[in-house]
């Protein structure tokens, strides 16, 4: 059987007269499997089973179940039977095939996939790409290289208000934080020894963690550092990488006091110049006094080499009699020895003579007998008499271990960068915030082209998560079905939709592919043998109508709206130089300070304005999706699979709505075989549904009140046949467009669909969403009544005398001060003299008094806040000069 699958290829396609889809389902019952064929007219029913199952050899053809509708197909027909177009043939595997089946689908490639909306709950979403393709750099039995964050919230908002959401939200329940997997929280760079390779994906500036932990040099007597910093596995665009060490961009550093070189993570980039081998740097500080005697330290294991390095904080020289300073030698002796043995051996010496009153560094370096783990003992040559007529101290600072391995263990490029800089104040010894920008290079869906180039688009990065080289067995292209993520790269760029984050822990690639995909608005699924994606947006296409007579046991659920007043999400600012951000998105409609919001998380989400509008969007979704259903169909005659759209009509919805079939035509004039309840002033309607699946609606003239079977078609259109499904219901509960959530197994061949409200409102909600102005420095942009004046300062105190003047005061309370201003007079005149002073000072002085001796000066004072906003005047107090302290009482 495998070796026919295998080597049998598709048949060639019948000329192309039109369009017939098959669907074949590898269960006998509700299935994540289904794949979508689409033969031209013509085409036979042994065409499209040979078409979908390749190779399958005749003996099996009576384990395969063939239907058009309700009718089933025998085997001996299939070569007679050619559908018209717009037909669904479904092709299903009976009981006891159906492992032969999953394995012919696995192997066949799916031609075409028209169905361009499946979505998936969280469970579901997890059972439809499985567990098994796992990928990354240091994949264990259950987690990848890949990386988490995303539609997330707390327990309120995740339990309930999302529940009927078709793009997948991962709830605040999660094994790992979303920010232990994307960075999020600032520069800071941090070893990460035997950890997962990181991963660049869209556009983001980045601390990177260490390829190669920072050591020091003594050059000159002057210290530089050298460090490596692994950006990633993946080509990346560094041509604006603006690096930076904290906030202070190296552009603004005198290029003598440093040399970086970066490095695409291409198969040509060169090795590192700056870190060539290992270096294990041991930072001590130690004193070394002639008569505490020798400190020891031990290397790391393994090595070849050491260096010895000494400080001297006060620098090194001595003072003549006279008073002049002259040059001085300090010198310590090094040796050494195996650990385990006793014998010390002389390495040499650290030797400085200076004449030099600022700090400065010694180091020598000293090949070792042979490669082992050494102790090293420094000893202070000289007494340390500690008079005041020199300057001797000295430490012993740093003790470096050497390997001749290169320090980077990875077969695939790497993104690199290396750099070496002078330690300064800038710099005072530690390279722990450097960062830059950079951009992932995949490949890219330009409209017309797959081209390789730096990208932000969420489709291209799931292409990539699939395909890349971070992955132990990448997808080839025969597995993705190209034409919908080139679809769903268009969408996401005609609607401003990117995905820019930097992955620095484990992740499985389901996870990965959830977040990448809801950032798209969408759910990147496994049909079959192939990858495929679903869009969640406005829908024109339905595949079945469902009803009384095709289905039972409708259940509705409704979700109490229990909204938050806002939602909060924390985000890396873009327009703030990628500065750690939250914005506070209000439910729409609500007007005020919130009081109660939930964090929601948005990974990939860069931009404040996408920030809003895809928040916006989730609280559209909570608010149209409310209500969800659950019905029972039989799963033999099911045509629909997860993210179909489908119309509902249904009494338990409305009585008024009744389902039933056709028994006759004429001339306009249907008759159905259920009984229809008529009630007065209302309009009715009946949706139709062919045999080949498709939908018609048509509006019935008014018919007589009462209970009738027969019913007059109004408008112009083509009539139903005999069999077809009959809905009827009315305009004041109209038929509702939903879309399947999920499907499980029930019993007895049965399966239970979940279905959640079309809802294009959402979709029209959020295109007229405009985000409020944002300001990187404040957040959102608020008004000058939300900002209170500074409360009314207090004055404490105040000397005086006929020269100076001198009033002491405190801040009323904490809110921010600008400006102080005290305004005086002498008693009895009409003109106030006004003196300021900074927010942050607490007093102001008169240098030259303008009253004279036993003159009664008149003062008050008060502060001036953000805006402009003022404080009231304090109490006009009065004072006599020259005079005493003057304290409030």
């Known amino acids: 059987m495998s070796a026919d699958l295998l080597t049998t290829t598709r048949p060639a396609p019948l000329p192309d007269l039109g369009l017939v889809r098959a669907r074949v389902l590898p269960d006998f019952g509700p299935s994540d499997r289904a794949v979508d064929w689409v033969a031209p007219l013509g085409a036979s029913v042994l065409d499209m089973v040979l078409g979908t199952l390749p190779g399958l050899p005749p003996a099996m053809y009576d384990r395969l179940r063939v239907t058009i509708g309700e009718h089933v197909i025998p085997v001996e027909r299939w070569g007679r039977v050619r559908p018209r177009p717009g037909v669904v043939v479904l092709i299903r595997a ?264 600022r700090p400065f560094w010694a180091a020598q370096y000293f090949a070792l007998p042979s490669r082992g783990t050494y102790e090293i003992k420094v000893t202070r040559y000289a007494v340390d008499d500690g008079s005041s007529s020199q300057q001797t101290a000295w430490s012993w600072s ?143 296409t339905f595949y079945d109508l469902i009803s009384p007579r095709n289905s039972w046991d409708l259940t509705e659920t409704d979700t109490p709206p229990n909204f938050p007043d806002a939602f909060a999400i924390d985000f890396l600012d873009e327009t703030n130089n990628y500065a750690p951000s939250r914005r506070v998105v209000r439910w729409p409609g609500f007007v005020g300070d919130p009081v109660v919001i939930e964090e929601l998380r948005l990974p990939g989400k860069t931009h404040p304005d996408e920030i809003w509008i895809e928040a916006r969007r989730r609280q559209y979704e909570a608010i149209y999706r409310r209500r969800s259903w659950t019905v029972s169909q039989d799963a033999e005659h099911l045509i629909l699979t997860r993210g179909d759209a489908a119309i509902l009509v249904h009494p338990v919805i409305d009585r008024r709505q009744t389902g039933g079939r056709v028994i006759g035509v004429d001339s306009g004039v249907v008759y159905v075989d259920e009984v229809v309840s008529v009630e007065a002033g209302l309009v009715y309607r009946v949706a139709f549904r062919a045999a080949n699946g498709t939908i018609t609606d048509r509006l019935l003239s008014t018919p007589d009140t009462g209970e009738t079977r027969r019913l007059v078609l109004a408008d112009a259109g083509t009539d139903p046949a005999v069999g077809d499904l009959a809905t009827v219901y009315t305009t004041a509960s109209p038929a509702i467009e939903v879309i399947v959530q999920k499907i499980e197994r029930g019993d007895n061949h049965t399966a239970v669909l979940t279905l959640v409200p079309h809802a294009p409102e959402i979709f029209t909600s959020t295109a007229a969403e405009v985000p409020p102005a944002w300001d990187p420095a404040i957040g959102d942009t608020i008004g000058d009544s939300l900002i209170p004046a500074p409360a009314t300062p207090v004055i404490t105190s105040m000397v005086s005398t006929v020269d100076e003047i001198s009033w002491f005061f405190s801040a009323g309370d904490a809110t921010p001060v600008l400006q102080y201003q005290l305004r005086h007079r002498e008693q009895g005149t009409s003109t106030w003299t006004t003196a300021t002073a900074l927010g942050g000072s607490d007093s102001i002085t008169l240098d030259s008094s303008p009253y004279g001796s036993a003159d009664v000066v008149e003062f008050a004072i008060r502060a001036v806040g953000v805006n402009s906003l003022t404080s009231s005047w304090s109490a006009t107090y009065e004072h006599t000069v020259p005079g005493t302290t003057f304290a409030e009482a």
């Not at 490639?109 to 796992?134: P, R």
């Not at 090795?271 to 930072?283: A, D, F």
């Not at 990539?464 to 971070?470: D, E």
């Open 94 to 357: 009976m009981p006891g095939a159906t492992d032969y089946f999953r394995s012919a689908l696995f192997l066949a490639v799916a031609v075409a996939s028209i169905a361009t909306g499946q979505f998936y709950g969280v469970a579901a979403a997890n059972a439809a790409l499985g567990a098994a393709g796992l990928t990354g750099f240091t994949a264990t039995a259950a987690t990848v290289n890949l990386a988490t964050s995303l539609i997330s919230a707390t327990a309120l908002f995740g339990g309930t208000l999302l529940v009927n959401a078709l793009v997948p939200v991962r709830g605040a329940d999660q094994s790992k934080d979303d920010r232990a997997v994307y960075s999020i929280n600032g520069f800071q760079n941090r070893p990460n020894a035997n950890g997962p390779v990181p991963q660049l994906w869209g556009r983001v500036r980045v601390a990177p963690p260490y390829a190669m932990l920072p050591y020091g040099e003594v050059v000159g007597r002057q210290r530089w550092i050298r460090a490596a910093f692994l950006l990633g596995q993946g080509r990346m665009d560094l041509s604006a990488a603006a690096p930076a060490i904290g906030t202070t961009a190296l552009s603004k550093i005198d290029s003598g006091d440093y040399q970086i070189t970066l490095r695409e993570g291409t198969t040509g980039d060169d090795q590192l110049v700056y870190c060539t081998s290992q270096v294990i740097e041991e930072n001590l500080n130690i004193q070394v006094r002639y008569d505490e005697g020798a400190q020891i330290r031990t290397t790391a294991t393994e090595v070849t080499a050491v260096e010895v390095e000494i400080f001297f904080p006060g620098g090194l020289f001595h003072v003549k009699n006279d008073g002049s300073y002259i040059a001085w030698t300090a010198t310590a002796v090094v040796e050494t020895r195996e650990v385990g043995a006793t014998e010390w051996n002389t390495l040499g010496t650290v030797s400085a003579t200076a004449m030099e009153r």
């Open 398 to 540: 740093a003790l470096r271990s050497f390997r001749p391995e290169y320090p980077l263990a990875f077969d695939a490029p790497m993104a690199v960068a290396e750099l070496r800089m002078r330690a300064s104040g800038r710099l005072n010894g530690t390279l722990d915030n450097f960062n830059l920008l950079a951009t992932r290079i995949v490949p890219d869906w330009t409209g017309s082209a797959w081209v390789t180039q730096a990208t932000r688009n969420p489709a291209s990065i799931a292409r990539a998560a699939l395909q890349g080289p971070q992955n132990v067995w990448p997808e080839p292209d025969e597995a993705l079905d190209l034409d919908a993520f080139q679809d769903w790269a268009e969408f996401c760029d005609s609607e401003g939709l990117e995905f820019n984050a930097y992955q620095v822990d484990e992740i499985t690639r389901d996870d990965f592919l959830t977040d990448v995909a809801s950032a798209g608005r969408a759910i990147v699924i496994r049909r079959g043998s192939v990858w495929t994606v679903s869009i969640d947006r406005e829908r024109t």
